[in-house]
């Protein structure tokens, strides 16, 4: 089955950017999605078909997809960006849904 | 405004059977899929499976096929999972969620399932 590799965490500095990434075979030819979950909440989404942000996301988040990884980017990042990303892909050759083990975002 | 609401938690013994339910409000209830996903303490998140209320078809995850049921009852505006004999292991937070297209809309809240000995 298709799977989703996602580096388990990442620290930025307030005002700096993160990258988080999502490593997966031939991962451009897909859409990627992006899930945001804060501690103790439900996820939301952040970015949409790699690059479409969700209504009410700023616009220090994006997305890009090309090759074998996609990427979700924070730029200027505030201590509200804390929390886990995930990825999540629709595998159409086994018709399934796929997250990826998601990155917990620290902002120190 | 599209709202998912579930109940907050269950309690269970090993062995029990369960079905949590999801209520859906703010839209057309059974125009769109709703899909389940698992989420274990301090783990990420695993789809279990989708269903699309206008007619019940179901399309479930092999890593969760035969371990628990996704029904609906449009009537209801309300989508539910079950399980006829709850393990240790069933403990995790449920999250039901629209789908809107091959990604995850609204999300319910979740209901925390916590099974014991």
């Known amino acids: 089955s298709y799977i989703l590799t996602q580096a388990p965490s990442v620290s930025v500095a307030p005002g700096q950017s993160a990258t988080i990434s999502c490593g997966g075979d031939?991962?451009?030819?897909?859409?990627v999605h992006w899930y945001q979950q804060r501690p103790g909440q439900a996820p939301v989404g952040v970015v949409y078909?790699?690059?479409d942000r969700a209504t009410g996301i700023p616009e220090r988040f994006s997305g890009s997809n090309s090759g074998d990884t996609a990427t979700l980017t924070i730029i200027g990042a505030e201590a509200g960006d804390e929390a886990d990303y995930y990825c999540?892909?629709?595998?159409?050759?086994?018709?399934?849904?796929?997250f990826g083990g998601g990155t917990k975002v620290t902002v120190l | 405004e599209v709202q998912l609401e579930q109940p907050e938690k269950e309690m269970k013994k090993m062995g029990e059977s369960l079905k949590i339910s999801c209520k859906g409000s703010g839209y057309r209830f059974s125009s769109f899929w709703i899909g389940w996903v698992r989420q274990r303490p301090g783990k990420g998140l695993e789809w279990m499976g989708i269903?699309?209320?206008?007619?019940?078809?179901?399309n479930y995850s092999p890593s969760f096929q035969g371990q628990a049921t996704i029904s609906v009852d449009k009537s209801l505006t309300t989508a539910y999972l079950q399980w006829n004999a709850l393990k240790a292991s069933d403990t995790a937070t449920y999250y039901c969620v629209t789908m809107r297209g091959y990604r995850f809309g609204a999300w319910g809240q979740g209901t925390a399932v916590i099974v014991s000995s």
């Open positions: 999540q892909v629709w595998d159409s050759n086994s018709d399934i849904y796929v």
């Open positions: 078909d790699n690059s």
């Open positions: 269903i699309y209320p206008g007619d019940s078809d179901t």
């Open positions: 031939n991962i451009g030819a897909k859409n």
